[in-house]
């Protein structure tokens, strides 16, 4: 069983950053694809980026050039650099690790976009 925990969540001023973190129970990473996912009030969750098991990234475009994904193999955390935020970026952000028919979610960080 897989534990993730999210931390560094928060409120702040649009145009501001925050920086998300992930940490595993184990290391999964060079198995695992690493995902952050956010659910705004009355929305659908959704995909923000990922980084597979070799590096790889992918963002959703409406984050793209805001946002990074990062990992440290040595601490087992995955983070996600914010900046440039938005009142649209309002939601809680989830770290989930794939793997097969094996999925692990955190249970979320609320981040708030707000003047």
């Known amino acids: 069983q897989v534990q993730l925990v999210e931390s560094g969540g928060g409120l702040v001023q649009p145009g501001g950053s925050l920086r998300l973190s992930c940490a595993a129970s184990?290391?999964?990473?060079?198995?695992?694809?690493m995902g952050w996912y956010r659910q705004a009030p009355g929305k659908q969750r959704e995909l923000v980026a990922t980084?597979?098991?070799?590096?790889?990234?992918n963002y959703v475009d409406s984050v793209k050039g805001r946002f990074t994904i990062s990992r440290d193999n040595a601490k087992n955390t995955v983070y996600l650099q914010m900046n440039s935020l938005k009142p649209e970026d309002t939601a809680v952000y989830y770290c989930?690790?794939?793997?097969?028919?094996?999925?692990?979610w955190g249970q979320g960080t609320q981040v708030t976009v707000s003047s």
């Open positions: 980084m597979t098991s070799s590096g790889s990234t």
């Open positions: 989930q690790g794939r793997m097969a028919t094996y999925v692990y």
């Open positions: 184990q290391n999964i990473f060079s198995i695992y694809v």
